[in-house]
């Protein structure tokens, strides 16, 4: 089930104790997946390329990219200070490609994928993916499917937060990271 695992009211993690982390949570527990054809969303093929994720539903994932995207690198670039300075959780810039990724979330638009890949994300990619060390996607998931389907084997940039992907997603919340539906 959605939400399984994730830490409730560990003083260890700062996060687990705010009044929107708990409120999120029980969102996404009570949350269900919304039962969309595999013309409509990418996740719905069983085996596909959605395979291994956590079951977070697209609406309840933080964003930190916008239509602005001088804006989302800055929203990026301001989580990753929040992150160390509040939590001392370190990041850093890597190459991935979209095999070594998982996703976390359990929607993907494929009409916005295939729009991405009209617009040729795969060879102007401006802001990089945010993923945990565990190798899950946090925020990019409508870009990495498109490198997934064209171009799986070529790297993407990516900043990964050292915490596994659980963690990250709490600490987005608390922090207060947009969320948008599908």
């Given at each position: 089930?959605?939400?399984?695992?994730?830490?409730?009211?560990?003083?260890?993690?700062?996060?687990?104790?705010?009044?929107?982390?708990?409120?999120?949570?029980?969102?996404?527990?009570?949350?269900?997946?919304?039962?969309?054809?595999?013309?409509?969303?990418?996740?719905?093929?069983?085996?596909?390329?959605?395979?291994?994720?956590?079951?977070?539903?697209?609406?309840?994932?933080?964003?930190?990219?916008?239509r602005?995207?001088?804006?989302?690198?800055?929203?990026?670039n301001?989580?990753?200070?929040?992150?160390?300075?509040?939590?001392?959780?370190?990041?850093?810039?890597?190459?991935?490609?979209?095999k070594?990724?998982?996703?976390?979330?359990n929607e993907?638009?494929?009409?916005?994928?295939?729009?991405?890949?009209?617009?040729?994300?795969?060879?102007?990619?401006?802001?990089?993916l945010?993923?945990?060390?565990?190798?899950?996607?946090?925020?990019?998931?409508?870009?990495?499917?498109?490198?997934?389907?064209?171009?799986?084997?070529?790297?993407?940039?990516?900043?990964?937060?050292?915490?596994?992907?659980?963690?990250?997603?709490g600490?987005?919340?608390?922090?207060?990271?947009?969320?948008?539906?599908f």
């Open positions: 089930m959605a939400g399984d695992g994730f830490p409730i009211n560990n003083y260890e993690k700062q996060w687990t104790q705010s009044t929107a982390y708990k409120k999120w949570l029980r969102k996404v527990r009570k949350t269900k997946k919304i039962k969309r054809s595999h013309t409509e969303d990418l996740c719905s093929v069983k085996g596909g390329i959605c395979k291994g994720e956590i079951g977070i539903p697209r609406g309840l994932m933080p964003q930190f990219t916008l602005r995207k001088p804006f989302s690198r800055k929203l990026l301001d989580f990753r200070r929040y992150v160390k300075k509040r939590y001392g959780i370190k990041s850093r810039k890597i190459m991935k490609t979209a070594e990724l998982n996703p976390s979330q993907i638009s494929r009409h916005r994928v295939e729009g991405l890949m009209e617009d040729n994300v795969i060879e102007k990619q401006e802001i990089p945010l993923i945990s060390k565990n190798g899950y996607i946090v925020d990019g998931h409508h870009r990495w499917a498109a490198f997934r389907l064209k171009a799986p084997k070529r790297p993407i940039e990516a900043v990964v937060i050292d915490a596994p992907i659980k963690d990250i997603l600490i987005a919340v608390d922090w207060g990271a947009e969320h948008h539906a």
